[in-house]
């Protein structure tokens, strides 16, 4: 079986044709999200994917595979020479070309993409508390709960709080990238997460391990009353609700909704994990004009391209992001 | 809750530990012997513990010493009735103190609030974790595929591995370069075939699938030797979890019978892989002793 691959999102018969002549198997997608969790199952060698999309597009998945570091190049197709300037706001070696130029340059322009080397990324070098450690090596059936907090205060109260039930593993991170990355490794049952936090925010990991098809139930933690929270996301099925930060003073009405939405994530475990698979990037859009998606990246075609409201922008302009935990 | 984990053999003398320790007010939870105490301390993680050293077939000193590669650190009073044996004891890793059987009723129960008072909030000490980019991205998708972990320390035979199986596209391969990092490795991925090397220095193949049963995972193993000692290979046999054993050298010559070994240990039938894991519930510490070599002197 062959090994290398490319990645094709919502390219045409003629496109394929074009791609299968660099002597690789060529893996199609519908959209970017499948596009992206192809991506994450082949390891491509190269992506040619359309760059407009409703709700989830093409520079949206390039700035999720920059959030995580992956190199593979992506050749863009698009109807207009003005979007070219998007390419300016990933840092990657990606190319671009219009649709009427596939027949003339694609072979051409792969091939170079493909001879470029790639810039080495280093390993994930992660800290792991011992006694989360602890619980990773027990082989006891206990509920996995990640406490996801940029407040120290707030997470140790969380956590001394549950920690009195004695019958859950609890796992701490520090901000949204933190919170994905220990999500990945722990596996948890439940993610409990605040809702601001400086890096990523809470919607905005949510929407991530949507994207990535990472089915872990979640509960938001906010000091705000007037959130219509629930409205916004319910439609995302790994969102199960919010419990107020107010909360956290009565241990006995805490306790009873964490055991109520281990429960919930429990029974409808099969719709959230069916509800992911089909990655229908209009669940995204629901929340579009709030969250993450607000700014470039994963904005509607024919919208104004406004750079620098990103959260990823904001965490390359800080310097910050997955970069910095690999070594 | 906080809690003293109380390894003994002995049933009198866990009562009669656990009643010099009731006026401290904690919880105190039991291991009849050191597998059990393992599991304990991991499912639990105690303030403290008191060992018995002289347990049969885990004996204390090895028991600490297995809790130290997992890199468990929680402080131990060791109990001994044999003089000898007590200053060396408290020279091991983590060993707050040692005392005689006799002394127990006038001594400990100091030492333990000693230990309570200067406990660090359940020694928070953490725990460097090193993932390459390629397995991170594996992470990172959803896991549709098997996934094989590699246990070999010799870097030029996992990289023709981690090569060969990579391109075949059917599960999802990672590595480690010796027996630890490979331990600690299992237990963040769940692989669902570890594929071992027996040599490797500090935690060898047999070591490493030995720990794996003391705490209960019941990850299939396949062992890859250079060896022909028919004594390692029965040893390695007689583990549990272990399924298969392949010659090193047939690695490259008979590729793919290695690989046909591989899926088949994969396509396990499910009644067989709940068997290995009721199997590992419950803990038959003889199955330690067989595969031999796990008993440390002091």
Known sequence: MESKTIVAIQQDEETIKILSKLGCQVVEAGDCIEGLRLILRHQPILVVSIMKMPNFNGIAMAEIMELFQIQTPIIFTTTSVKDQKRLNDLSGNHGFILLEQIQSRLLELATKKLSEPLKPVGHLKYMIRQREWADLSSSADKKRILIIDDSAWVKKACMMSLDQLDSYALFSAKDGLDGIIKALLIQPDLILTDLHMPNLDGLAMSQIFFVLNQAFPIVFLTGDTNHNLSEKTKRIGGILGVILKAELRNQALFHQKIMQYLDDSEVNHDEIVRDFQKGNSELLAENEKKMFLEGKGLCTPGTEFRPGTHHIAALRKGGGGLGDFFG | ?298
């Open chain 2, 1 to 298: 809750m906080e809690k003293i984990l109380v390894i003994d053999d002995s049933a009198t003398f866990r009562n009669i530990i656990a009643k010099i320790f009731a006026p401290l007010n904690y919880e105190i939870i039991f291991a009849e012997n050191g597998i059990e105490g393992i599991r304990q301390c991991v499912n639990h993680s105690p303030t403290f513990m008191t060992v018995d050293l002289e347990m049969p077939v885990l004996n204390g000193a090895t028991m600490m010493k297995i809790l130290g590669m997992i890199g468990l650190e929680v402080p131990a009073i060791f109990i001994t009735g044999d003089e000898s044996a007590l200053v060396k004891a408290a020279k091991l890793p983590f060993v707050t103190a040692a005392i005689h059987k006799s002394k127990i009723k006038e001594k400990l129960i100091s030492i333990g609030q000693d230990l309570i008072e200067n406990s660090t909030n359940r020694h928070f000490s953490d725990f460097k974790y090193d993932l390459p980019h390629r397995e991170f991205v594996h992470l990172l998708g959803k896991r549709e595929r098997k996934r094989v972990l590699i246990v070999d320390d010799a870097r030029s035979m996992r990289a023709v591995m981690v090569r060969q199986l990579e391109k075949l596209n059917l599960f999802e391969v990672y590595d480690a370069a010796d027996g630890r990092e490979g331990l600690l490795k299992a237990m963040m991925i769940k692989p669902d075939l570890i594929i071992s090397d027996i040599e490797m220095p500090f935690v060898n193949g047999i070591r490493l699938a030995q720990i794996l049963y003391i705490l209960g995972h019941p990850f299939p193993i396949m062992f890859l030797s250079a060896s022909e000692d028919a004594r390692v290979i029965r040893q390695a046999k007689a583990l549990e979890g272990v399924t298969h054993f392949f010659q090193k050298q047939d690695v490259t010559k008979k590729g793919a019978e290695f690989v046909m070994a591989i899926k088949s240990q994969l396509e396990m039938d499910p009644k067989k892989k709940e068997e290995i894991k009721r199997k590992y519930k419950c803990i038959d510490i003889n199955k330690i002793k067989d595969s031999g070599e796990m008993e440390i002197g002091i």
